[in-house]
C-alpha cells in the first residue's frame, strides 16, 4: 500500500480543519469534523473522488460550530462516530479508547484525549494522528468550560500523544496562524505550553491564566452538536 490520500479543509469563521482520509485502492474513506458551513463542499470533493465514506467521524462536541457529519450520514449512509463519554445519543457509533475502525485496508486507532473535554478523542491512521483541540500546532485547546480539566489534558498529551513515534504526523483541528500540520517531536520540543521541560504544575499556572473570551456560538453550537448537527437551534 502506498498510503492513504489525505484532504485538508478549511472553514475560516471557526478556523476549523475537516479532514477526509481515502484507500486509493479501496475508493473508501472516512471524513473527520466537518463543518456545517462548508459541508456541500465537502460533499462535492467526495462526489468528485468517486469515493463511499464510511465514517463521518468527530474528535468531540465542539463548542464553535455545528457539525456537517449528520448531513454527511444522511446524504451518504455514513455511520456517525463520536466519543462513549459525549452523551450524543443520536451516534450510531460511541468510540472509546483502544478500539479500530476499519476503511477500505486501514485502521484508524482510537484514542480517548480528554481535558479540553471529557469526550475529546484523537484518531490515528498511517503514521497521521488527528488530535482535535486536545493537541494544536504549539498550542492546546482552553480547559475552562465543558468539563474541562489541566490535569486531563497534560496527562492525554504527555502519556499518550507524546509516546507516539516522533515522526508521527500531527493534524489538529484548529489553527489561528496558518500551519497546517506538525510533528509529535517538534511539538514535545517547541510547544510552548506543553514541551517536555514543561511540568504540570507550570501547564496548570498557564491554562488557569488565559481568560479567554467566551467562545461566541457556544450557546448554539453544543446543542447542535448533541443533536447530530441535524436540529438547528433558532
Known sequence: MG???LYQLFEPKSST?????????????????????????????????????????????????ITGAGIVRDQLGAKYGV???????????????????VFGNYKI???ETPGHTD?????????????GDTLLIRGCGRTDFQQGSPHKLFN?????????PDDTHVYPAHDYKGHTRSTIGLEKAFNPRLNLEISEEKFTEIMNNL??????????AVPGNMACGMKQPV
Not at 119 to 131: E, I
Not at 156 to 164: I, P, Y
Not at 211 to 220: E, F, V
Request: net charge negative.
Open 109 to 111: 486507532k482510537v484514542m
Open 156 to 164: 492525554s498529551v504527555r502519556n499518550k500523544l507524546f509516546n507516539l
Open 17 to 65: 480543519y475537516t479532514y477526509i482520509l481515502v484507500d486509493p485502492s479501496a475508493r473508501e474513506g472516512v471524513i473527520i469534523d466537518s463543518v456545517v458551513d462548508t459541508v456541500e463542499r465537502d460533499l462535492q470533493l467526495i462526489k468528485e473522488l468517486g469515493v463511499k465514506i464510511s465514517h463521518a467521524l468527530e474528535t468531540h462536541v465542539h463548542a464553535d460550530h
Open 119 to 131: 469526550a475529546c478523542t484523537s484518531f490515528l491512521c498511517d503514521g497521521k494522528v488527528f488530535t
Open 83 to 101: 466519543s462513549k463519554h459525549s452523551g450524543v445519543s443520536c451516534a450510531d457509533l460511541l468510540v472509546e479508547d483502544g478500539q479500530d475502525l
Open 3 to 5: 498510503g492513504i490520500d
Open 211 to 220: 481568560n479567554l473570551p467566551h467562545p461566541k456560538q457556544i450557546d448554539q
